[in-house]
């Protein structure tokens, strides 16, 4: 069984920083692509950043320029960096994991709050 295993997530306050880490709990070859997806309360989950196997990223607009995604292909990892949050950025965050035979994993979530 694969897990992604998430962590990082937390309170911060507007305009600071936070890290969200996840690791795929097995050994699994041929991970395509990782990435992030967050749900806010009432609303439908959308991609935060993705990579993909040969590096290429991929963001929703809203989140460009402030967060950074990033991987680890020996650690079977995945990094998002978030700088000059704002409280419309709380949400559940979601590690995703695609596999190159097309099979979608998901981690189980991440509560990011951001108030003052």
């Not at 989950?45 to 991929?58: F, H, I, P, W, Y």
Request: charged share 20%.
């Amino acid at each position: 069984q694969v897990q992604l295993v998430e962590s990082g997530g937390g309170l911060v306050q507007p305009g600071g920083s936070l890290r969200l880490s996840c690791v795929v709990s097995r050994r699994v070859f041929s991970i395509y692509a990782m990435g992030w997806y967050r749900q806010a309360p009432g609303k439908q989950r959308e991609l935060v950043a993705t990579v993909d196997s040969s590096g290429t990223t991929n963001y929703v607009d809203s989140v460009k320029g402030r967060f950074t995604i990033s991987r680890d292909n020996a650690k079977k990892s995945v990094y998002l960096q978030m700088n000059s949050v704002k409280p419309e950025d709380t949400a559940v965050y979601y590690c995703w994991m695609r596999h190159t035979t097309g099979g979608d994993y998901w981690g189980q979530g991440t509560q990011v709050t951001v108030s003052s």
